[in-house]
């Protein structure tokens, strides 16, 4: 017997009863490519991801220190700001939540925000509070394989909801970054890329939080 694809209306349906499609979404079972400029080339014998400001320690990694980082697996649901949604992806990769836990990164007690800055001078603003959530991942592989050039390799921020986990504040999918290369941790709030161009800074899914 072959097995058929899911519907895509009858999956829309099902989680729009769980109450996990937001307002104004709509379901995808593929997955788009959205940004902006072309994929950047990548040689690890050449990259670093560097974490700086507001922390008592600067750090440097090379593309292999940056793999025996600790790592984590999470399955969530992203949510686009250009309205479609996809449920349940599975990411590995490294959780600043287990950095700061175990303290291979220790934030100043006045950073309050971080940035992401990523190739091609493109970044990205979060509150650090929400860098801190399990939602939020330094992702490496995309369902069990690295994650493709258009989507960002060789590392990306991504965020997204969990399941059953209300408290977690869940952005749309624009505030974790493709192409990351560094975190930096601030006192003060600085617009990104997208927010300078009239995005909304909070971004918040369920407000539907789209634009300023």
């Known amino acids: ?3 058929h694809p899911p519907d895509r209306r009858q999956e829309e349906e099902r989680v729009r ?8 979404q709509a379901l995808t079972l593929k997955f788009p490519v959205l940004h902006y400029g072309p994929a950047p080339p990548f040689n690890p014998a050449a990259w670093d991801f560097r974490i700086w400001g507001e922390v008592e320690e600067e750090k440097r990694w090379t593309w292999d220190e940056f793999n025996r980082l600790p790592r984590t697996r999470i399955q969530m649901d992203l949510h686009c700001v ?5 449920f349940d992806t599975a990411w590995e990769g490294v959780s600043v939540r287990t950095l700061v836990g175990q303290g291979l990164v220790r934030p100043r007690p006045d950073a309050c925000f971080v940035m992401q800055h990523a190739e091609y001078g493109f970044t990205v603003n979060l509150p650090l509070e929400v860098v801190l959530q399990e939602n939020f991942l330094l992702a490496t592989h ?3 394989q690295p994650i ?3 989507h960002g390799y060789p590392l990306r921020g991504v965020i997204g909801a969990i399941p059953g986990q209300e408290g977690l504040k869940s952005p749309y999918l624009w505030k ?8 930096e941790f601030m006192s003060r709030d600085r617009p990104g890329f997208w927010e300078k161009a009239g995005y909304n800074n909070s971004a918040d899914v369920w407000k539907e939080e789209r634009f300023e």
């Open 1 to 3: 017997m072959k097995n």
């Open 176 to 183: 974790g970054a493709k192409w990351l290369r560094g975190l």
């Open 17 to 24: 009863d769980e109450n996990r499609l937001p307002p104004g």
């Open 142 to 144: 995309f369902d069990g």
């Open 82 to 86: 250009t309205r479609w949604s996809k």
């Open 148 to 150: 493709t050039p258009d």
